[in-house]
């Protein structure tokens, strides 16, 4: 469920007309509904609780890393799972209790380790055998043992897009499933870590609760061998990637109870306390990305609604193919005819395009149109490819808006950039 419904013939986040915003900002921009964010974040905490699970929310900050958006979920008790020492400095600006925040990532430099430990984050989630002992070095020069995990990759196929699959063997993720005992004796071993417990993350966007049953049984037996070797097995961190309804018409993937009860079902009796680090599932639905039509152009076979949003502002049509509903803001009249269009944006690429022959309403030239389900891996993911400046972002509150990352200026672009002094 989300708080973006027509109301009296306009397209509305919670009670303000997005043409509102458009007016008072200009087009494009991403906007954030606080109502869903809360209702998002309570349904998969109580979830949780009704499965009987004592469990730490850990909302994956790549996913949607403004600080407005963290700090909203933080004030409902979220942790955050981060990637980056940029992502690690946002979850703590935004006012994550260091004590909640979990460093993931297969490639941290020892300067972000450094930073992990300093600021006394709950756990390391190490990704591999250097990566340990990197770890361990940079934490016992400074005379303290850092509660670590290791991620092991359990080689389950998540039966999501190849692009964001990392539980089989193949991708780079973790620790291989077969190596990891031995891993966690040579932690042990280490002056500068603590193991507590285990991470495993297969993928994103899941539709199907079995993947992940596959890999929680797998970590069962993990924890066995574990503890039979004396390790004090005491989290258990499942990651994310429950995947959201992309298409309305079509996609059905599983509810939090469901993901939930299975996580129960798997890990429930060990006396474990379950870390979850979900992205998509907290902010996709929570967002969306509204643009206005520049020109709709008959082409030789199919008609074109060229949109001043553009690949370089939403990639996942381009980068996963990945589907987006689009409406009209100005609600269609009841019964409106329907026409294939393409939407493109403008820049200099094929895969520059939002959706083939998709059936809309008809479109013209500055009509607002608003992508839906673009909270997450929306405006985290943009760049300014052909000098579009970055798009800014907005959080409705009930009545209320404010804009949360403004838009840059072209002087604020070119200001990043300096000629060396043989070319002045
Ligand atoms: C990307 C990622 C997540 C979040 O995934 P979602 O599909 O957005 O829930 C969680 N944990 C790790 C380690 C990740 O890489």
Not at 320 to 346: F, L, M, S, T
């Amino acid at each position: 469920m989300n708080h973006f419904d027509y109301v009296n013939g306009e397209l509305c986040a919670e009670d303000v007309p997005l043409s509102r915003i458009a007016a008072e900002l200009g087009t494009p921009f991403y906007c954030y509904s606080t109502a869903t964010l809360v209702r998002h974040y309570t349904v998969f905490r109580q979830a949780l609780e009704k499965a009987g699970l004592d469990a730490t929310i850990c909302f994956a900050l790549k996913a949607n890393p403004n600080i407005a958006v963290v700090r909203t979920l933080a004030g409902l008790g979220a942790g955050a799972d981060v990637v980056s020492e940029g992502e690690l400095r946002r979850a703590l600006a935004a006012g994550v209790p260091a004590g909640r925040i979990v460093f993931s990532g297969v490639g941290k430099t020892r300067r972000e380790l450094e930073l992990a430990v300093a600021k006394g984050i709950m756990q390391v989630n190490v990704e591999s055998e250097p990566e340990l002992r990197a770890l361990s070095e940079v934490a016992a020069a400074r005379g303290v043992r850092m509660p670590i995990s290791l991620r092991v990759n359990p080689d389950v196929d998540a039966g999501t897009h190849a692009k964001i699959t990392t539980g089989k063997k193949e991708n780079k993720f973790g620790i291989e499933w077969t190596r990891a005992h031995e891993v966690y004796r040579i932690a042990r071993e280490l002056p500068g870590v603590e193991v507590v417990g285990i991470a495993c993350h297969i993928g994103s966007q899941l539709t199907d609760v079995e993947p992940f049953r596959q890999a929680f049984s797998r970590v069962r037996d993990l924890v066995a061998i574990l503890r039979a070797d004396g390790f004090d097995i005491r989290r258990l961190d499942l990651g994310g990637g429950l995947g959201v309804p992309y298409d309305a018409a079509t996609d059905l993937p599983p509810h939090p109870d469901d993901y939930a009860a299975a996580i129960a079902g798997s890990l429930g009796d060990l006396g474990c306390r379950i870390v979850l680090e979900p992205g998509r599932l907290l902010v996709g639905n929570a967002g969306v990305l509204v643009s206005r039509v520049v020109y709709v152009k008959e082409g030789a076979t199919r008609s074109f609604a060229i949109v001043d949003a553009a690949m370089n502002d939403l990639m996942r049509p381009a980068l996963y193919d990945a589907h987006h509903d689009i409406q009209p803001v100005a609600e269609p009249a009841a019964g409106a005819p329907r026409a294939e269009i393409d939407v493109v944006g403008p820049v200099c690429e094929t895969g520059d395009t939002f959706a083939r022959q998709r059936p809309l309403p008809p479109l013209a030239a500055g009509d607002l149109v608003a992508f839906r389900t673009a909270g997450a891996y929306g405006a985290a993911m943009s760049s300014t490819y052909n000098s579009r400046l970055l798009v800014p972002e907005v959080l409705v509150n009930g009545h209320g808006f404010a804009v949360v990352r403004a838009r840059p200026t072209y002087e604020d672009m070119l200001a990043l950039e300096a000629l060396p002094d043989w070319l002045e």
